[in-house]
């Protein structure tokens, strides 16, 4: 993966995958291919993303009310790619949504994965 410099206050690759990253328990894969990568907590999907896409896009889980909402506020969020439409959106990384913003988006997404896995599961998490 490249490692571009950061352009018009746009989140980059290395950023993005650090902020996935950083969850308790998340780890990347890459079942679709060394160029998506999938980012996982307890083998659930909370994020996927073609790292070297231009431009950048990560594909996020969302409760359906909030996607739809964030779909008519935002250009760069549309129904997620090859997923499930009413539960995950698309998330072009423009740079018209601040990093607070993704961050944001990010941390729901893995909020909603772990809320689904066992007690036992989340306990092991420290959630």
Known sequence: ???PLRVGGRMTAVELRRCCLRKPGAVEDFPFGG??????VAGKMFA????????LEVSLKCDPDLAE???SQHAAIRPGYHLNKR???TVILDGSIDDNGIEDMIQDSYDLVAAKL???QRENLAL
């Open 1 to 3: 993966m490249k490692q």
């Open 35 to 40: 160029q998506v990568s999938v980012f996982k």
């Open 69 to 71: 909402a964030l779909r």
């Open 48 to 55: 996927l993303s073609d790292l070297d896409g231009l431009p």
């Open 118 to 120: 066992t007690r036992a």
């Open 87 to 89: 539960h995950w959106n």
